[in-house]
């Protein structure tokens, strides 16, 4: 059974921190690209930041870029966003995600449950 974990939420001042970290078990790891999503109350989910299976490519949301950085660990089966600068904007809940394509375009799709990041004064 494939289990997504996300941990590290909590309520943060703006301009502080969080760590994210998602912790994945049932599944190969260094096969699935990881992704953290968000979404805000009355609004669409959107991602955030992604990695590809080998941890050599990342891609961010503009509205995060050169403030958040998600890294990964394939021995520990484990990615991590590190969120610096935190907004008001940024309070959400994030969600960790696994996917794998196959060259025939058959996907595996994974989510975690959710984690709430909340950033006010």
């Known amino acids: 059974q494939v289990q997504l974990v996300e941990s590290g939420g909590g309520l943060v001042q703006p301009g502080g921190s969080l760590r994210l970290f998602c912790a994945a078990s049932?599944?190969?790891?260094?096969?699935?690209?990881m992704t953290w999503y968000r979404q805000a109350p009355g609004k669409e989910r959107e991602l955030v930041a992604t990695?590809?299976?080998?941890?050599?490519?990342?891609n961010y949301a503009d509205s995060v870029k050169g403030r958040f950085t998600i890294s990964r660990d394939n021995a520990k089966t484990t990615v991590t966003l590190q969120m610096n600068s935190l907004k008001p904007e940024d309070t959400a809940v994030y969600y960790c995600?696994?996917?794998?394509?196959?060259?025939?375009?058959?996907?595996?799709?994974?989510w975690g449950q959710g984690t709430q990041v909340t950033v006010s004064s």
């Open positions: 049932g599944l190969t790891f260094s096969m699935y690209a």
């Open positions: 990695i590809d299976s080998a941890g050599g490519s990342t």
């Open positions: 995600n696994a996917v794998r394509r196959l060259r025939d375009a058959t996907q595996f799709v994974y």
